[in-house]
């Protein structure tokens, strides 16, 4: 009985969600250097499937291979949120707050 490899998976950070059903990550690893002996880190951006549209900027996010090529360009898709963009979520209810709307009226009246 031979084993069964794992799938590939990496923890990324989500940059870019301008595309339907897909999102651009970069997934940070650290590559030992034997030539000068230190750990250098290494950045990869990847387009991944993501089929809800539920990531945000700034999410950090389970992208696993599917194990084959879903487009020219994707190979991965999110299988989980890891961590979601506190900042960005809590700017975007601001906006959304009444008190919100309220100081844009009195700003739009005042011009």
């Given amino acids: 009985m031979s084993a069964i490899p794992k799938a590939t998976r990496y923890v990324a950070t989500v940059v870019s969600t301008k595309m339907q059903k897909s999102c651009v990550v970069v997934v940070e690893k650290m590559k030992w250097n034997s030539h000068i002996k230190k750990n250098i880190a290494t950045r990869k951006r990847m387009?991944?499937?993501d089929e809800k549209?539920?990531?945000?900027?700034?999410?950090k996010v389970l992208i696993e291979a599917v194990g084959r090529k879903l487009s020219a360009h994707k190979t991965f898709t999110?299988?989980?949120i890891v961590k979601r963009a506190s900042l960005e979520k809590e700017?975007?209810?601001?906006?959304?707050?009444?008190?919100?709307?309220?100081?844009?009226?009195?700003?739009?009246?005042?011009?």
Wanted: aromatic residues 6%; hydrophobic residues 45%.
């Fill in 91 to 111: 700017f975007y209810e601001h906006l959304n707050s009444p008190i919100a709307s309220q100081v844009a009226k009195e700003v739009a009246s005042k011009l």
């Fill in 47 to 49: 387009i991944v499937h």
């Fill in 78 to 80: 999110i299988k989980e």
């Fill in 53 to 59: 549209n539920e990531a945000v900027i700034g999410d």
